[in-house]
């Protein structure tokens, strides 16, 4: 898909950004270039680092970090785990800008589209393949905390109650009307991850990601539900990421490191908490940078 990214003014700090309106994306990204630089800010893959797994964007050699403070339209994030800046650098050998945190619908009163802002970005900025990354709750019982699951495909619930990303007018810039989801987690980069993971001796699991909206964590009935339909761990993002993503030709490969084990009896239900998950992802999160590094390296882009 073609970049149709033709020069524009850059959006002042403050300006009011429209994620809806394709000119205002083109300004972010001119202001992000003035800002880093455009030999600095142009990237053949992006990053999208989960809850508690930040040491993925603090692998970044070369780094120039530009805090989402300073990115016009690009609001604060709030959850701990989640530090918020875009970090532009080398990974693996190749030119990669990182999210170290991610914007949830249930921060921002489910407006997705201002959640997916930061992919549009990206796209702009050149990105190709896009690594996504999340902490989940292992539904199916072969998961373990401190697990990694290659997501294969996902359950966008959100999205079946009409709260998708690609709700409104579509400026046809951005894209088609219509995406096909059927292959949103690319086959060759999964096998590709398997490899790598074989290499290193690392269990690797290959699931389905259910998202639900959140903030609340799942009652062990509604865990019940998603694990009749077919999903193996659940949480509260990406799937929104990757709609996006799939709308701009973007290749995507997805991973859920499991923080915590989702619970279906109530009369036995653990109580769930997110220092749990910030807890176990740092435990993890080294491991799991390593293995996105490595996978970066045999990347073909
Ligand atoms: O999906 P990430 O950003 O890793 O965060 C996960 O962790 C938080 C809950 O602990 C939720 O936001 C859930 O989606």
Do not use: W
């Not at 989640?82 to 619908?105: A, D, E, S």
């Not at 699991?205 to 998603?226: H, I, K, R, T």
């Not at 740092?282 to 799991?288: I, K, L, M, S």
């Amino acid at each position: 898909m073609e970049n149709n990214n033709a020069p524009t003014h850059a959006a002042e700090p403050h300006q009011k950004i429209d994620p809806r309106n394709f000119d205002d994306i083109l300004a972010v990204v001119a202001s992000i270039k003035e800002q880093v630089g455009e030999e600095t800010a142009c990237a053949e893959l992006g990053i999208i680092c989960g809850s508690g797994l930040g040491p993925i964007g603090d692998a970044v050699e070369e780094a120039t970090i530009l805090p989402y403070g300073k990115i016009p339209g690009f609001p604060a994030t709030h959850v701990v785990g989640h530090k918020g800046n875009m970090i532009f650098g080398k990974l693996g050998g190749k030119k990669v800008v990182c999210l170290q945190g991610r914007f949830h619908p249930y921060e921002h009163n489910m407006d997705l589209a201002l959640c997916t802002l930061p992919v549009r970005v990206m796209h702009q900025l050149g990105i190709k393949i896009m690594i996504v990354s999340n902490a989940a709750g292992g539904i199916n019982t072969v998961l373990r905390h401190g697990d990694l699951m290659l997501i294969k495909d996902h359950i966008f619930l959100p999205a079946l109650a009409g709260f998708s990303p690609l709700v409104g007018c579509n400026d046809p810039r951005f894209g088609a009307r219509f995406v096909s989801v059927h292959d949103a987690y690319d086959k060759q980069l999964r096998q590709l991850a398997i490899e790598v993971g074989r290499k290193s001796n690392m269990t690797l699991y290959e699931g389905v990601y259910v998202m639900s909206g959140g903030p609340q964590y799942e009652s062990p009935a509604e865990v019940s539900l998603f694990k009749t339909v077919g999903a193996d761990a659940l949480g509260m993002s990406t799937c929104h990421e990757v709609t996006v993503a799939r709308q701009c030709g973007i290749k995507v490969l997805g991973f859920s490191l499991i923080t915590n084990i989702a619970n279906l009896d109530c009369d036995a239900s653990v109580e769930v908490s997110h220092e749990e998950v910030l807890d176990i992802a740092e435990q993890a999160g080294q491991r799991a940078s390593l293995f996105v590094s490595d996978i970066i390296k045999e990347l073909n882009i």
